[in-house]
């Protein structure tokens, strides 16, 4: 809503401002899907690969079908990885690293990791595109991974030794 004033002090009528939003629509008339920003959830950087939490698309008519990695992280600031055996679990060991250009399926790129370089902190990012099942591609969406450094908590520990003992384990 917004009303107008003149020069003279006198206001207008209270009207209204609409600005319709629609879908863009392809070529054969569909609408490409939309990729959405996500931040992750803070990163240990002494954690090795942690899963940060998968690419994020909707597809208004239709289904997303896959994602591409358009760009990673710095090796400076990381690894970032999938698990192949998507929606299956996977152990570190079977983690496949992602790269610029990658094609994943949706089911990949709902179990993504990323693994922190040793003493890097600060935030890592890599964007990502959707494609959906008419091979409409989104916008490009920014994936941000906060890292940080929690240092370890020594824990007090007492303990009673008796007296004249001798050598005693702890």
Sequence with gaps: NY???DNSGNVSNTANYTIPVVAAVGAAGQT???ANNVTAQPVNSSNGPTAIPGLQASDL???????????IPPAGEG???YCPLAPAACTPAQLVAITAGQSLTP???ASIYFDPAPGFTGTSSFTYTAT???GNTSNTGNYSIPVINNPPT????TTTVPF?????SI
Excluded: F, K, M, R
């Design 132 to 134: 959906d099942n008419s």
């Design 79 to 81: 690894v970032l990885s």
């Design 61 to 71: 008519d239709g289904t997303v079908a896959s994602y591409t990695i358009v760009t």
């Design 32 to 34: 490409p899907p939309l």
């Design 154 to 157: 020594a824990v007090n520990i």
């Design 3 to 5: 009303s107008a004033q």
């Design 107 to 109: 089911d990949q790129a």
């Design 164 to 168: 004249n003992a001798g050598t005693t």
